[in-house]
């Protein structure tokens, strides 16, 4: 997952975190040119109380840069108008990206408390510019003579974009819906912050103590000893203590024999911001899905799915259900074809209850032992972190010539973090790499990779290099042993990289055309999966933490056979989820005022006959996706199914090749995809790598569901 700003400027820039110009001197660390190698934030001086003025002072600063625009009386043109307004902000971009990532990453009660603040000063400045009249007049003057110009196609797109990016800032509206505009957009800042600072509550609020040892029967020494470990961090030693954090959760729920246990932990997860309590998040929602229909309709769009959908692959809602519909039969057919086969697995041990959503981790995992002889214990000694590290560094070095130089000279913003200097095979620096891997009160769930410097080319030519961050969630090292991984973190790690390469080799001459559409950016994510469980590299990366033997030809051979095992369930459960944020975003705005969410969410899962044991992978109350700005996904989480159409056919040209490492199509992939941002339409991108247009097929054979 590739997080989205705090609140992105996207009519001025996607800015930059290396010393701006325009900084003043002053005791703010945020406001001082940074003396930091390659200009990285200075995490070990930057305190909470200097957020709020870098902030007042960087809006300051872009207002003046916008004022310099509209104040001069030359006939608009890309140089005097869209130019520089692309290049305003950079040093408030610089605020807002490191302010951020830091709250999602190591947060804190004052730092929630200083976003609280700032929140309403961000969403008011960007209705300042988006809603600036001279403005929009000089912006709307070239936009109307791009054909009169000799632009290039890609000064044509960032004219087009920037045109209809005011547009949707409601530049176009009367000054009473402007001021209505404002008031919405100034609430859905606040509730998303809510609801993120609830869900974290409820996140760090839930455990399981367990005082009995009886009551760890089936669970394997590793997971003891985590439980142990987490009880003693919590002053709970001689106990063992398991969370809703997935890295304690799904061990404790597959291995697990003790049944109410197992619906005692699931519970806590599957309630969170359902609890009727400090912490509820039913309420927010109402909200935000009513607000935004409404900010929909005042901008002349039919639902908010319309309003988001306009600017990606998608193009309207009929196409994202197209697609999900499609999917839908086939998944479901196979997920409860794997419940029969867990129930009769369950009955024939004398179970006395029927499978419920808690179980299936427990059964799905005796059935794979069944069949494959294959559990996930086994594979957890090959896949360290610091295997599955070196793996992915070696891959790149492989497809495309990296090289990563450990820096123990940079400051870090929470001493869990490594931080690598990236650089190409000649020694020419790409960028700076932060990771920072496990769990932490002060830490948002998931895993997410995100900038605190974007790539830029600036107007005297310079090139700005970034500053990349993955964040996980991933198992802790446990006595004396590393952190191990379970195959599925292992593919995360793989997958975070993809989005970090995306932004490492970012080459694009305009700001504004960084990013690109929400449905396309999973692509350079997920085809990092597909090397990951390869049965040729699997063979390369995954060695034994104590011996360093790669892992056997018979337990690959195990993982290749299971391959499509348990894919009706990963299918179904995302597809579900997929469904429910298009239910909620397609709503008309007489029926988006919702009397009960949980109710509206068990008649959208009952509408497409999602079974009971199943429970779309994240429900409404926790669903941070698509009710978090942060996030971004709103009307939009169906762009992991839709981008793996394009992975899988894309993994297709390497397969077809006959060499998983075929350099001259990983440069070509690169250089077609990885480099050019949103500087091409993404189909043109997608067509200029592959030659021709996807297909489905590939994915379909990927999960099994053909």
Same mark, same amino acid.
């Given at each position: 997952?590739?997080?989205?700003?705090?609140?992105?400027?996207?009519?001025?820039?996607?800015?930059?975190?290396?010393?701006?110009?325009?900084?003043?001197?002053?005791?703010?660390?945020?406001?001082?040119?940074?003396?930091?190698?390659?200009?990285?934030?200075?995490?070990?001086?930057?305190?909470?109380?200097?957020?709020?003025?870098?902030?007042?002072?960087?809006?300051?600063?872009?207002?003046?840069?916008?004022?310099?625009?509209?104040?001069?009386?030359?006939?608009?043109?890309?140089?005097?108008?869209?130019?520089?307004?692309?290049?305003?902000?950079?040093?408030?971009?610089?605020?807002?990206?490191?302010?951020?990532?830091?709250?999602?990453?190591?947060?804190?009660?004052?730092?929630?408390?200083?976003?609280?603040?700032?929140?309403?000063?961000?969403?008011?400045?960007?209705?300042?510019?988006?809603?600036?009249?001279?403005?929009?007049?000089?912006?709307?003057?070239?936009?109307?003579?791009?054909?009169?110009?000799?632009?290039?196609?890609?000064?044509?797109?960032?004219?087009?974009?920037?045109?209809?990016?005011?547009?949707?800032?409601?530049?176009?509206?009367?000054?009473?819906?402007?001021?209505?505009?404002?008031?919405?957009?100034?609430?859905?800042?606040?509730?998303?912050?809510?609801?993120?600072?609830?869900?974290?509550?409820?996140?760090?609020?839930?455990?399981?103590?367990?005082?009995?040892?009886?009551?760890? &029967?089936? #669970?394997? *020494?590793?997971? /003891?000893?985590?439980? @142990? %470990?987490? !009880? $003693?961090?919590?002053?709970?030693?001689?106990? =063992?203590?398991?969370?809703?954090?997935?890295?304690?959760?799904?061990?404790?729920?597959?291995?697990?024999?003790?049944?109410?246990?197992?619906?005692?932990?699931?519970?806590?997860?599957?309630?969170?911001?359902?609890?009727?309590?400090?912490?509820?998040?039913?309420?927010?929602?109402?909200?935000?899905?009513?607000?935004?229909?409404?900010?929909?309709?005042?901008?002349?769009?039919?639902?908010?799915?319309?309003?988001?959908?306009?600017?990606?692959?998608?193009?309207?809602?009929?196409?994202?259900?197209?697609?999900?519909?499609?999917?839908?039969?086939?998944?479901?057919?196979?997920?409860? &074809?794997? #419940?029969? *086969?867990?129930? /009769?697995?369950?009955? @024939? %041990?004398? !179970? $006395?209850?029927?499978?419920?959503?808690?179980? =299936?981790?427990?059964?799905?995992?005796?059935?794979?032992?069944?069949?494959?002889?294959?559990?996930?214990?086994?594979?957890?000694?090959?896949?360290?972190?610091?295997?599955?590290?070196?793996?992915?560094?070696?891959?790149?070095?492989?497809?495309?010539?990296?090289?990563?130089?450990?820096?123990?000279?940079?400051?870090?913003?929470?001493?869990?973090?490594?931080?690598?200097?990236?650089?190409?095979?000649?020694?020419?620096?790409?960028?700076?790499?932060?990771?920072?891997?496990?769990?932490?009160?002060?830490?948002?769930?998931?895993?997410?990779?995100?900038?605190?410097?974007?790539?830029?080319?600036?107007?005297?030519?310079?090139?700005?290099?970034?500053?990349?961050?993955?964040?996980?969630?991933?198992?802790?090292?446990?006595?004396?042993?590393?952190?191990?991984?379970?195959?599925?973190?292992?593919?995360?790690?793989?997958?975070?990289?993809?989005?970090?390469?995306?932004?490492?080799?970012?080459?694009?001459?305009?700001?504004?055309?960084?990013?690109?559409?929400?449905?396309?950016?999973?692509?350079?994510?997920?085809?990092?999966?597909?090397?990951?469980?390869?049965?040729?590299?699997?063979?390369?990366?995954?060695?034994?933490?104590?011996?360093?033997?790669?892992?056997?030809?018979?337990?690959?051979?195990?993982?290749?056979?299971?391959?499509?095992?348990?894919?009706?369930?990963?299918?179904?459960?995302?597809?579900?989820?997929?469904?429910?944020?298009?239910?909620?975003?397609?709503?008309?705005?007489?029926?988006?005022?919702?009397?009960?969410?949980?109710?509206?969410?068990?008649?959208?899962?009952?509408?497409?006959?999602?079974?009971?044991?199943?429970?779309?992978?994240?429900?409404?109350?926790?669903?941070?996706?698509?009710?978090?700005?942060?996030?971004?996904?709103?009307?939009?989480?169906?762009?992991?199914?839709?981008?793996?159409?394009?992975?899988?056919?894309?993994?297709?040209?390497?397969?077809?090749?006959?060499?998983?490492?075929?350099?001259?199509?990983?440069?070509?992939?690169?250089?077609?995809?990885?480099?050019?941002?949103?500087?091409?339409?993404?189909?043109?991108?997608?067509?200029?790598?592959?030659?021709?247009?996807?297909?489905?097929?590939?994915?379909?054979?990927?999960?099994?569901?053909?």
């Amino acid at each position: 997952m590739k997080r989205k700003g705090l609140i992105i400027l996207t009519i001025g820039l996607m800015g930059t975190m290396i010393a701006c110009t325009g900084k003043k001197e002053t005791g703010n660390p945020l406001l001082v040119e940074y003396t930091t190698p390659f200009g990285v934030p200075p995490f070990d001086k930057i305190k909470v109380e200097h957020f709020e003025p870098a902030i007042t002072e960087a809006i300051k600063q872009q207002l003046a840069e916008i004022e310099a625009i509209t104040s001069t009386t030359e006939t608009p043109t890309f140089e005097n108008t869209i130019l520089p307004l692309d290049n305003s902000g950079e040093l408030l971009e610089n605020v807002i990206l490191t302010l951020e990532n830091l709250n999602s990453a190591n947060t804190s009660d004052s730092l929630q408390g200083a976003i609280k603040k700032i929140s309403p000063m961000l969403s008011k400045h960007r209705d300042d510019i988006s809603m600036n009249s001279k403005l929009f007049e000089r912006v709307k003057a070239v936009y109307e003579t791009i054909d009169k110009n000799n632009y290039t196609s890609e000064q044509k797109l960032l004219i087009e974009k920037t045109y209809k990016t005011f547009v949707r800032g409601g530049a176009n509206l009367d000054a009473e819906k402007q001021a209505k505009l404002r008031e919405i957009n100034q609430q859905l800042s606040m509730l998303a912050l809510q609801f993120n600072e609830n869900l974290l509550a409820e996140n760090n609020d839930y455990r399981i103590v367990i005082e009995k040892e009886e009551d760890l &029967a089936g #669970l394997p *020494e590793s997971v /003891k000893a985590m439980g @142990a %470990e987490e !009880a $003693k961090a919590q002053g709970l030693e001689g106990k =063992w203590v398991y969370t809703i954090y997935k890295p304690s959760m799904l061990p404790f729920l597959t291995y697990s024999q003790n049944h109410d246990l197992r619906e005692k932990l699931y519970y806590g997860y599957y309630m969170r911001g359902n609890n009727n309590n400090a912490h509820d998040n039913k309420e927010i929602i109402k909200k935000i899905v009513d607000l935004r229909q409404q900010k929909a309709e005042l901008l002349g769009y039919p639902t908010h799915a319309h309003y988001v959908l306009d600017v990606n692959m998608a193009k309207v809602p009929e196409n994202v259900y197209d697609l999900l519909n499609r999917l839908w039969e086939p998944a479901i057919k196979r997920a409860k &074809a794997e #419940l029969n *086969e867990m129930q /009769k697995l369950a009955n @024939a %041990e004398g !179970a $006395k209850e029927k499978i419920s959503a808690a179980d =299936w981790w427990y059964y799905a995992e005796k059935v794979r032992k069944a069949k494959y002889d294959l559990d996930e214990e086994m594979l957890r000694p090959y896949l360290s972190l610091d295997a599955v590290r070196e793996g992915i560094f070696n891959l790149t070095d492989k497809l495309y010539g990296l090289k990563y130089i450990k820096r123990t000279d940079l400051p870090v913003y929470h001493p869990e973090c490594e931080v690598y200097e990236v650089q190409e095979a000649d020694g020419k620096h790409v960028g700076i790499l932060y990771l920072d891997f496990f769990p932490r009160p002060s830490k948002s769930v998931g895993a997410w990779c995100t900038t605190y410097r974007s790539q830029r080319i600036r107007p005297d030519g310079t090139f700005v290099t970034p500053v990349v961050s993955i964040v996980c969630n991933f198992t802790k090292p446990s006595g004396d042993k590393p952190a191990l991984l379970s195959f599925d973190e292992a593919e995360t790690f793989f997958h975070e990289f993809g989005h970090g390469l995306h932004a490492l080799f970012s080459k694009v001459q305009y700001a504004g055309l960084r990013d690109v559409p929400r449905d396309f950016v999973e692509l350079p994510s997920q085809i990092m999966e597909h090397w990951a469980g390869h049965k040729q590299y699997l063979k390369e990366y995954a060695h034994h933490y104590q011996t360093s033997e790669p892992m056997p030809d018979e337990l690959i051979n195990k993982i290749e056979a299971s391959g499509h095992f348990n894919q009706g369930f990963a299918t179904t459960e995302y597809l579900a989820a997929s469904i429910l944020d298009m239910d909620y975003h397609t709503l008309s705005s007489e029926k988006a005022k919702i009397d009960d969410i949980i109710a509206f969410e068990k008649a959208s899962m009952d509408k497409i006959g999602l079974i009971p044991e199943i429970l779309p992978r994240y429900r409404s109350t926790y669903f941070a996706h698509i009710f978090s700005d942060v996030m971004g996904y709103s009307s939009g989480y169906y762009s992991y199914i839709w981008a793996e159409v394009l992975d899988s056919d894309a993994f297709e040209a390497f397969v077809e090749s006959g060499d998983i490492f075929n350099k001259e199509i990983a440069t070509k992939f690169r250089t077609c995809v990885l480099e050019k941002g949103g500087s091409k339409d993404a189909k043109e991108l997608y067509n200029d790598f592959r030659g021709k247009e996807p297909s489905i097929e590939p994915l379909l054979k990927n999960r099994g569901l053909k």
